[in-house]
């Protein structure tokens, strides 16, 4: 069954929840028919022995072309503290978030991989710095960490070299080192602020959050976590040139948005330019600059 999620129907998924719980667990689902049953589970064991009934899990499927949405609704038949989200059409990843960040009911929204890459017990570490926090990113570069190890020597230099780049574009990101992480947490009033500075919706989703919330004056934390890295069943892996090349395209339009050249954004030519290296580049991603 496919369908696209509109208020109307997440109002009435949500009737038989708490209204406003405590926190919004955030699961992107592309084509996970193998594995979203024991994240889910996972999830759902870890929360319900820590915060029973005080939370709600968005599980958000774009452009699904295997079972997941049929078994995430079949899951969440049995459980309606999972709320499937559903479209029939690619959002990218940024766009998927974007969409769930505004649905979540919760104060405070985490979001995490369904790959179980990060052990939930991981969870605890960003709701602590959320005490103190606005946005809390996790890091997972740090001295003896299994995920370095676990990376191609490919993707590590090239994720090395984005960052470096970040530090040259944007300043004030100085001191942050994983932005790409997929585990964040933030609250849900971070995303009211500076939903309307939220943009780029390619795997550079991640730059314009954190960025345009320390334009905004939000603090921002990282927090060392463990993270497993599964090369075989990454949906990147053999694409980091074409991702890269993406992400930079990206991040200097970012760069553009806060800068005295704003205007050009706007402009009808640079519009058609940024299209045109965008398809050529994903042929199949969603374009939206």
């Not at 970012?254 to 580049?281: A, E, G, P, Q, V």
Request: net charge positive; charged share 25%; hydrophobic share 45%.
């Amino acid at each position: 069954m496919f369908y696209e999620s509109d208020d109307r129907e997440l109002l009435t998924l949500r009737e038989t929840v708490k209204s406003e719980p405590t926190f919004s667990i955030i699961i992107p689902a592309f084509n996970e028919e193998c594995r979203i049953v024991k994240t889910l589970s996972e999830w759902k064991s870890f929360l319900d022995t820590h915060f029973p009934g005080d939370y709600e899990i968005l599980v958000i499927m774009d452009g699904c072309t295997d079972r997941t949405p049929e078994i995430v609704l079949d899951f969440a038949r049995d459980d309606n503290s999972v709320i499937p989200l559903i479209y029939p059409k690619r959002l990218g990843k940024g766009g998927a978030l974007y969409e769930a960040f505004r649905k979540a009911g919760g104060h405070f929204i985490f979001f995490t991989d369904a790959d179980n890459s990060l052990p939930v017990t991981e969870f605890l570490k960003f709701i602590k710095a959320l005490k103190v926090s606005d946005l809390v990113i996790g890091c997972r570069y740090w001295r003896g960490a299994p995920f370095i190890s676990s990376l191609p020597l490919q993707r590590l230099l090239l994720s090395r070299a984005f960052n470096a780049l970040l530090h040259i574009f944007f300043k004030k990101m100085k001191g942050i080192y994983d932005t790409q992480c997929g585990a964040k947490a933030l609250r849900k009033s971070v995303f009211l602020a500076i939903k309307d500075d939220l943009f780029i919706f390619d795997f550079a989703f991640d730059v314009n959050l954190i960025y345009s919330a320390l334009q905004k004056g939000f603090t921002v934390k990282s927090v060392y976590v463990d993270w497993f890295h599964f090369e075989e069943d990454s949906k990147v892996s053999g694409l980091y040139w074409r991702i890269s090349l993406k992400m930079f395209l990206s991040i200097l339009k970012l760069r553009i948005y806060y800068s005295r050249l704003r205007k050009m954004l706007y402009s009808h030519r640079f519009k058609n330019l940024l299209r045109f290296l965008l398809r050529f580049l994903y042929e199949d991603s969603v374009v939206q600059p």
